[in-house]
């Protein structure tokens, strides 16, 4: 776009043939920029981007007999005096009439507003639950956060990132919840970007986040409206970018990655036992097979003797050692779900029976693979399931390859230098100045409430101090439900 | 300049006092008064806390040399200073064969001892360059895992039916023995080691948890030790504990419940990995922070490859055997390190400190304004 029109006022002059002239030049004669003539004027517009129908109705058809603003039926008329204001305008799905003899032209807004339907998304699907999930429509999106907090301390900040793509994003947070500090913060980051294209959200995530290498996200995710209401109402800050259905959350804590929007939405005994399963399941996807390495290579006097018989028995066919063995697993076992992901829907089930009988049966058959790291390689592979946030368990399958090594020639004392290793720097990582495992390391005993296990909604009287601080209480005390007994009831009615 | 939680200061504190304890035992020579021995230690180490409290307070906010030089003069003071930063970069070189040593006797009989030493030294290297506060929330989280490790290995031997209450009897018997493991070694290690964290009490972010912390862990770590003490001679009896180089391990190879549960030992890896850590970063600390103190400069980190490259020379060549590391370490180092740096010295400069005026009320005021002229 030849950057000498941007400020170019329209109509100069009144030279209105001129400026159309100027305006297909901006759009390089695309052939879905349209200039049509009505009487007194011209409407320009791509044709691509409006609806016809709704063109016809509430513009064409009302400046039949001559201009006459009053008469335009639409919610959003906008009076333009640039050039660079008049190409947005019909970018962004307007009608621009620009007419003849004034000053200024009106851009009406009558965009397509095509959208998916709301579904269940799919990353993070709950039994118990909202099933609706965030769309590629920004506006659609902004709905369905304020459909589910009604009340104008919902801010909500816009701005347009990406010098091509001019892609929206849009800032949410709870004023008055939210601490000034880290919305400033939030805010400046953003402003430093300057890229050509924001496809997804992800660009925004990579350009803010606080450990640019580190593998592990300080930024959340989030496809669920209810996730960054809940996000919201702690005190956190959302960002909404249009074109994804994924929402950014921030900031987000080691145990944060550990939480599923239904540990709320389910009884509370559950939730927490099922958050200790997930903290098992978590060492389990990371270490298990290191472990059966280190064992099986260096400290095989660890195993009871039966097991170790069967064990050695069954590796006793298998040519390579273990720590080979178990490379080829690990990385056989990412392959087959990288193509799951990938294949077309069809073929899915072929690879599925690839995978089960080849790799699991077959394999072992032939004796190229033994049986113990099959169930290894498949209790790791379902342990990494258990991780809410996917993105987190990336991290976790990504890890699991240096430790496996380390395993193999080091035995436990490689798994305990890689443990101590990732945990000097998870204690080092921040995540917008809060401490990644926060509320745990820093400690934080009333933070613990909401991590070690989850305490039921009338106990949960204040919000994560760490994000929160500013307004703790999230509700009074006293909410405990108290209903009276049937022979306490009984007395008062006999009165 | 970082800070320390106080939860995450005592961890630390508690857990580099374990740390001795976990690779060669406490007192173990005492045989079945071990605990005893492990009990009036903890009255001694109450008493070495306070005496380096009180030399903190006389110029709180200051780091050790920062103390050291303004108790006893600029000169004398830095000198002091680097003897101290010796020690440490010795005492850690120490650890570090220890627990290298351990390893290759135990799980990695065919691997060199020097690249066990160095896999642990580059994690402790790692850790400082993220910086104390780090190393202080690695120790809480560390903690955790410790213990539930003490818990579990109570359980286990409860469980494994080996105990034997009736080898803590005749308590006292032989007093001598309780003396000559009491002085030097039982009042000097670990709680004299403590005097490491006199260059970090400044960086504890609450001043006025300093006693609590201070106390609690060393009060803490010294009951945990006189439990350690009592389930490994319940264990083992009187005359293997005295005699075994590793006691902890020796105790937790006799855990054995219904044939399930045995051959523990090398989990112990686990449990000696993260104290030996704790123990060799905190003195590997103190010794960058000294240093950084004795020639102003802004951040210990520029000293810290040097310092570590150092540690690892001085535990490759330390000693030829097993036999000679353990030898020097109980008889020698207590008397000529031990002893002076850490009972004799501090008495000193508490009392020259104490003379020239240090500790005044109004220099806990002035806190702020010292603290940056030290700096400049």
């Not at chain 1, 800032?171 to 919305?183: A, D, F, M, R, S």
Request: charged share 15%; hydrophobic share 50%; proline share 5%.
């Amino acid at each position: 776009m030849p950057r000498k029109h941007r400020r170019r006022q329209l109509n100069e002059n009144a030279l209105n043939s001129q400026s159309l002239d100027e305006l297909k030049q901006i759009f390089g004669e695309s052939t879905d920029l349209l200039i049509r003539p009505f009487p007194g004027g011209h409407v320009v517009y791509l044709r691509t981007q409006i609806d016809q129908v709704r063109l016809e109705e509430t513009v064409l058809e009302r400046i039949r007999h001559g201009f006459q603003l009053d008469r335009i039926s639409s919610a959003y008329v906008l009076p333009v005096h640039t050039f660079a204001q008049a190409t947005q305008e019909v970018l962004d799905g307007s009608a621009l009439l620009v007419v003849d003899g004034q000053q200024e032209a009106y851009a009406v807004r009558i965009n397509l507003t095509e959208h998916r339907a709301i579904e269940e998304p799919s990353t993070e699907s709950v039994i118990r639950g909202p099933r609706s999930g965030f769309t590629e429509e920004l506006d659609l999106n902004l709905y369905l956060v304020r459909k589910r907090m009604r009340t104008p301390s919902l801010r909500v900040e816009e701005q347009i990132i990406g010098e091509i793509t001019r892609t929206r994003v849009a800032l949410l947070y709870e004023e008055g919840i939210v601490e000034p500090n880290l919305l400033r913060e939030v805010r400046s980051r953003l402003q430093t970007i300057k890229i050509d294209g924001v496809l997804e959200s992800n660009y925004i995530e990579e350009l803010i986040q606080d450990s640019p290498f580190s593998m592990f996200p300080t930024i959340q995710n989030t496809e669920r409206p209810d996730v960054v209401a809940g996000a919201l109402l702690e005190g956190r800050v959302a960002l909404l970018v249009d074109g994804t259905p994924f929402a950014l959350v921030m900031p987000l804590t080691f145990w944060g990655a550990l939480q599923a929007s239904e540990d709320y939405y389910s009884h509370y005994t559950i939730a927490t036992a099922i958050r200790w399963i997930r903290f098992t399941f978590l060492f389990i996807s990371l270490l298990f097979p290191s472990i059966y390495v280190a064992i099986t290579t260096f400290h095989q006097e660890m195993l009871p003797t039966n097991l170790l018989l069967s064990v050695a028995a069954a590796r006793e066919g298998s040519p390579f050692p273990a720590l080979v063995e178990a490379l080829l697993m690990e990385v056989t076992f990412e392959a087959l779900r990288e193509a799951g992901v990938r294949l077309p829907k069809p073929v899915g089930q072929a690879v599925s029976i690839v995978g089960a009988l080849v790799i699991g049966q077959a394999a072992v058959e032939a004796g190229i693979i033994s049986a113990p790291m099959v169930i290894v390689v498949a209790i790791t592979g379902i342990a990494s399931f258990t991780i809410p946030r996917y993105n987190f368990g990336y991290a976790m399958r990504l890890l699991r390859f240096p430790i496996i090594i380390l395993a193999g020639s080091l035995g436990l004392f490689g798994i305990v230098v890689g443990l101590m290793l990732l945990l000097i720097h998870l204690c080092g990582l921040r995540s917008f100045g809060i401490p990644y495992l926060a509320p745990l390391a820093p400690l934080s005993l009333s933070g613990l409430k909401d991590v070690l296990v989850r305490v039921p909604h009338w106990m949960m009287r204040s919000r994560p101090r760490q994000v929160g601080k500013r307004n703790l209480q999230r509700m009074p005390a006293g909410q405990r439900p108290a209903p009276p007994t049937p022979h306490a009831e009984g007395g008062g009615e006999a009165e | 300049m970082e800070k320390i939680g106080s939860f995450q200061f005592a961890s630390l504190m508690v857990l580099f006092q374990i740390g001795s304890y976990v690779i060669f035992g406490f007192a173990s020579s005492a045989k079945q008064d071990a605990w005893l021995v492990a009990l009036v230690s903890t009255g001694s180490g109450l008493v070495l806390a306070l005496l380096y409290t009180k030399l903190y307070r006389l110029h709180p906010g200051l780091d050790m040399v920062g103390v050291f030089r303004r108790s006893v003069g600029a000169l004398l003071g830095n000198a002091l200073g680097l003897c101290y930063v010796g020690a440490f970069v010795y005492v850690s070189g120490r650890v570090l064969r220890d627990f290298g040593t351990l390893i290759n006797t135990f799980a990695l009989p065919t691997t060199p001892l020097v690249v066990i030493m160095l896999l642990l030294l580059v994690v402790s290297f790692v850790g400082l360059q993220a910086g104390g506060e780090v190393i202080s929330r690695f120790a809480l989280f560390a903690w955790f895992v410790f213990g539930l490790f003490v818990v579990a290995q109570s359980l286990l031997l409860l469980g494994s039916d080996v105990l034997d209450f009736r080898f803590l009897l005749p308590v006292g018997h032989e007093r001598q023995e309780i003396l000559k493991s009491l002085v030097p070694l039982g009042i000097t290690v670990p709680f004299g080691e403590n005097i490491a964290f006199l260059m970090m009490y400044h960086q504890l972010q609450d001043q006025r948890d300093l006693n609590a912390v201070v106390f609690g862990s060393v009060g803490f770590a010294g009951l945990l030790l006189t439990w350690l003490n009592v389930l490994g001679v319940t264990t083992l009896g009187p005359t293997l504990y005295a005699r075994t180089v590793y006691p902890l391990l020796t105790t937790l190879q006799q855990v054995t419940i219904s044939d399930l549960v045995e051959n523990l030992d090398v989990l112990v890896v686990l449990y000696i990995g993260i104290a030996a850590f704790i123990k060799i970063t905190v003195f590997l600390y103190a010794a960058s922070l000294g240093t950084a103190s004795v020639f102003r400069l802004h951040d210990y980190r520029v000293v810290l490859i040097p310092l570590t490259v150092l540690v690892l020379m001085l535990a490759t060549y330390m000693s030829q055997s097993v036999s000679e590391h353990v030898f020097i370490g109980l008889q020698w180092v207590p008397w000529v390190l031990w002893v002076p740096l850490f009972i004799l010295i501090p008495s000193l400069v508490y009392i020259v400190g104490r003379l020239r005026g240090g500790g005044r009320p109004d220099a806990e005021e002035t806190q702020a304004t010292t603290t940056e002229r030290e700096r400049a």
